[in-house]
């Protein structure tokens, strides 16, 4: 069982920066992909950011190649999304999420997930 909580949300204008971070508990965490999803109104819950156990990979959406970057510090039991040049459509509920496999946490279906943080982008 992994337990994860979500913190770093909030308002920011176009252009600007957040870093959400993910703490986690229970399981050892360093031996679960961690990744990063969110829920915009009145659409699906997609895919934005995962990393393997050793950090050593990362896979990214589209959307956001470029300008988030997934990181973890198993020390911590944490892992991070930085969000630089956001914009409006970034605006979600975003969701932590763990699994032992990375196809299950790009697909959606990781087994643990957070409750979420709002990010919100305005214009």
């Known amino acids: 069982q992994v337990q994860l909580v979500e913190s770093g949300g909030g308002l920011v204008q176009a252009g600007g920066s957040l870093r959400l971070s993910c703490a986690a508990s229970?399981?050892?965490?360093?031996?679960?992909?961690m990744g990063w999803s969110r829920q915009a109104p009145g659409k699906e819950r997609e895919f934005v950011a995962a990393i393997t156990w050793s950090g050593t990979g990362t896979v990214y959406a589209d959307s956001v190649k470029g300008r988030f970057t997934i990181s973890r510090d198993n020390t911590k039991n944490t892992a991070y999304l930085q969000m630089n040049s956001l914009k409006p459509e970034d605006t979600a509920v975003y969701y932590c999420?763990?699994?032992?496999?990375?196809?299950?946490?790009?697909?959606?279906?990781?087994?643990?997930w957070g409750q979420g943080t709002q990010v919100t982008v305005s214009s």
């Open positions: 999420n763990a699994d032992l496999g990375l196809s299950s946490v790009r697909t959606g279906h990781g087994a643990y």
């Open positions: 229970g399981r050892t965490f360093s031996t679960v992909v």
